[in-house]
């Protein structure tokens, strides 16, 4: 369905990146594509290299019609839980759109509340396009900040494992124990505070 005065119908693809990870915040994005600038190789980005990534990144940037991110922080993560700090930072991508999308397709089972015209779409970001392009530009401005972040907390290794919960991280937080921007509701976290105590 068409909005009133206009020719085009807008479908706004969502994603996030950074619900498993046990530091830093969950970052979403929100792309409007154009359809008549298409973009090859659009694909989940986890299926995609670091190179494939940043290529792709700066052709959604150049061609898509808008985009937006947002995000939500450790501290409303651990005080929501990290499903609802998700629908947070998917709600405010899709209010910093430019453009009012027709439709908008969410990655996923589960849509943020408030929103007219969403659809879920499991492993959308296999499947539509402009998911596709949600998920490059979420991992890669997820993958900057941690990497800023690892300058101001040395020693966890969030510049090569950003954050989730693999064994050199394990260990770093065993030994120099959890930093401001570890997620303190998380299990392996919230132990290490549990012993500390």
């Known amino acids: 369905m068409e909005s009133p005065g206009s020719t085009l119908n807008y479908t706004a693809g969502v994603d996030e990146a950074g619900r498993g990870p046990l530091a830093g915040p969950v970052v979403s994005a929100a792309v409007i594509l154009d359809p008549n600038h298409p973009i090859a190789g659009l694909a989940d980005s986890k299926k ?28 409303e993560i651990d005080e929501l839980n990290i499903l609802w700090a998700t ?26 509340k408030g929103l007219r015209n969403a659809v879920a779409v499991v492993r959308g970001d296999q499947t539509e396009p402009a998911i596709s392009a949600a998920s490059i530009l979420a ?53 290490l505070l549990g012993e500390n105590s």
Do not use: W
């Open 139 to 191: 991992k890669q401005a997820r993958d900057r900040e941690m990497a800023e972040l690892a300058q101001q907390y040395p020693g966890y290794g969030l510049e090569i494992h950003k954050g989730y919960p693999t064994k050199m991280h394990l260990t770093a937080l065993k030994k120099q124990g959890p930093a401001a921007i570890h997620r303190r509701s998380f299990g392996p976290v919230k132990r």
């Open 87 to 112: 629908m947070l930072s998917m709600q405010r991508a899709i209010a910093g759109l430019e453009l009012t999308a027709d439709q908008i397709l969410i990655d996923g089972n589960r849509v943020p």
């Open 48 to 75: 995609l290299s670091s190179a494939q990534r940043s290529r792709l990144e700066v052709e959604i940037h150049q061609h898509a019609l808008c985009y937006a991110l947002g995000r939500a922080d450790v501290e």
